[in-house]
């Protein structure tokens, strides 16, 4: 098959794929998990069935591989902002005020959608790689002199993503600020 025909049936496959999941989560916005059939994402994405099919065997299917897409977006972001800093102390403060608004945000799923979600045993490579890059950021702002060095940095890198978790239950963007604030006290060496 010729290098053209091959990219451009490759081209299609990842649209029509990223189709089903936007019209999977407009629905699931909507109308809830429970309320979505496959023949309903079929319609709002506008292929048929045994199109669907092809793609996915089930709803929790595409939602999850919805989900796992909305991971690999928002690692990409948390690296992308370490870039935009150009010394450890503001690139640790931007990511892990990313990172907490992100929590926030995922906080605004319903419990039976966010319990689905964060079951998935997909999610441990992602959570991997989040780990090792805030561990990364805390070593280099230890260099630096910005973070506290009496404690391994995956420790504090542990208890900095476990304690911006608690975002997803904050009512505004000022008492996420204020979080990261906290956090950010206690990674820095004692005077």
């Not at 069935?49 to 929790?60: C, M, N, Q, S």
């Amino acid at each position: 098959m010729p290098k053209l025909w091959t990219e451009t049936i490759a081209s299609h496959r990842e649209t029509v794929r990223e189709t089903i999941l936007d019209a999977m989560w407009h629905l699931v916005s909507e109308r809830g998990l429970a309320a979505v059939t496959m023949s309903q994402i079929a319609e709002q994405a506008g292929i048929g069935r045994a199109t669907l099919y092809k793609y996915f065997p089930d709803v929790e299917a595409i939602l999850l591989a919805w989900h796992e897409r909305q991971v690999a977006e928002h690692l990409a972001e948390l690296a992308a902002i370490r870039t935009q800093h150009d010394d450890p102390a503001s690139q640790l403060h931007a990511v892990l005020t990313a990172y907490a608004f992100i929590s926030r945000h995922r906080g605004a799923h319903p419990g039976d959608l966010a319990a689905f979600l964060h079951r998935d045993p997909g999610l441990e490579p992602a959570q991997q790689q989040l780990l090792a890059l805030i561990t990364r950021l805390l070593a280099d702002a230890a260099a630096s002199g910005a973070v506290r060095t009496d404690t391994a940095p995956a420790y504090l890198a542990t208890y900095a993503l476990h304690a911006l978790a608690a975002a997803s239950g904050l009512p505004d963007e000022p008492s996420v600020h204020r979080l990261v604030e906290v956090v950010i006290a206690g990674l820095r060496p004692a005077v």
